[in-house]
Nanobody, 119 residues
Framework: QVQLVESGGGLAQPGESLRLSCTGS????????MSWYRQAPGKERELVAH????????NYADSVKGRFTISRDNAKNTVYLQMNSLKPEDTAVYYC????????????WGKGTQVTVSS
């Protein structure tokens, strides 16, 4: 069955770095655009970063531009989110998301990983 499994979350101090990973299985990973979303307590889920299937194009939320980098290794069925210069407002559950549109839209979500930034 289709699975997206996130890892790499945890506790970091302001200014530190974390790297999230998301490994997919049960589908052709390279065919899917992949994204990271996050949801903080009491807030709506928001798009953080997006990368196209081949990995040629990326885009980011304004709040993370210059600090976060999304990348992927299709040979490993894995997408990454390198988070540098973390801020307390980056605290959220981070979700991996895969999407493909081919006549029908296919969307997959991971279960999320908690990132907490606090001194």
């Amino acid at each position: 069955q289709v699975q997206l499994v996130e890892s790499g979350g945890g506790l970091a101090q302001p200014g530190e770095s974390l790297r999230l990973s998301c490994t997919g299985s049960g589908f052709i990973f390279s065919w899917y655009d992949m994204s990271w979303y996050r949801q903080a307590p009491g807030k709506e889920r928001e798009l953080v970063a997006h990368i196209t299937g081949p990995g040629r194009n990326t885009n980011y939320a304004d709040s993370v531009k210059g600090r976060f980098t999304i990348s992927r290794d299709n040979a490993k069925n894995t997408v990454y989110l390198q988070m540098n210069s973390l801020k307390p407002e980056d605290t959220a559950v981070y979700y991996c998301h895969g999407r493909r549109v081919a006549v029908t839209e296919y969307v997959y979500w991971g279960k999320g990983t908690q990132v907490t930034v606090s001194s």
